[in-house]
Antibody, heavy 121, light 106 residues
Framework: EVQLLESGGGLVQPGGSLRLSCAAS????????MSWVRQAPGKGPELVSGISASGGSASYAESVKGRFTISRDNSKDTLYLQMNNLRAEDTAVYYC??????????????WGQGTLVTVSS | DIVLTQSPATLSLSPGERATLSCRAS??????LAWYQQKRGQAPRLLIY???NRATGLPARFSGSGSGTDFTLTISSLEPEDFAVYYC?????????FGQGTKLEI
């Protein structure tokens, strides 16, 4: 069974940083692209970033470009999201999700349980 | 960015009834559209990809149709566990975007 377990969320002040992690199990992690998707309270999901299976290619939403960095460690079956210069509008539940292929982020299946990031002073 | 507009915002039905949920794209997305179900306090779950392909294990009462700009998710006979929020998502153009959701309530 595919399992994705996020960690690292919490309360941070505007301008601060957080690093999210997503531990994967139940599938060959190094063969699949992975993504981070966030959902603000009462809103629809928003794709934040995706990374190819090898880690050699990544894409970002304009709203986080230059502030967030996605990475992965295939030896540890773990996905990361480094979030810098956080803003109030980054407050959301952050989900990691598995993509169907190695080099594209077409759809998301499955999703982890999510980790809440709150940006507030 | 491609905007996905879902209608209605809320759909009130009873178990056993047929549900028809709509998703309209601001430009053609071919068949590059997925549907997700989200229950309260849970992560979204993939239901349909590429407009009409059912995800593994999805009951046959769920079906997707459409192409271009107009898409439909149909639940042929509602079960109690189907009452949730449903989102569509396009993967035609980056950034991939989601609709604002349709809440299916009893």
């Amino acid at each position: 069974e595919v399992q994705l377990l996020e960690s690292g969320g919490g309360l941070v002040q505007p301008g601060g940083s957080l690093r999210l992690s997503c531990a994967a199990s139940g599938f060959s992690f190094s063969n699949y692209a992975m993504s981070w998707v966030r959902q603000a309270p009462g809103k629809g999901p928003e794709l934040v970033s995706g990374i190819s299976a090898s880690g050699g290619s990544a894409s970002y939403a304009e709203s986080v470009k230059g502030r967030f960095t996605i990475s992965r460690d295939n030896s540890k079956d773990t996905l990361y999201l480094q979030m810098n210069n956080l803003r109030a509008e980054d407050t959301a539940v952050y989900y990691c999700a598995k993509n169907p292929y190695s080099g594209s982020y077409y759809w998301f299946d499955p999703w982890g349980q999510g980790t809440l990031v709150t940006v507030s002073s | 960015d491609i905007v996905l507009t879902q209608s209605p915002a809320t759909l009130s039905l009873s178990p056993g009834e047929r549900a028809t949920l709509s998703c309209r794209a601001s430009q053609s997305v071919s068949i590059n559209l997925a549907w997700y179900q989200q229950k309260r306090g849970q992560a979204p779950r993939l239901l349909i990809y590429e407009a009409f392909n059912r995800a593994t294990g999805l009951p046959a009462r769920f079906s997707g149709s459409g192409s271009g700009t107009d898409f439909t998710l149909t639940i042929s006979s509602l079960e109690p566990e189907d009452f949730a929020v449903y989102y569509c998502q396009q993967r035609y153009n980056w950034p991939y975007t989601f609709g604002q959701g349709t809440k299916l309530e009893i």
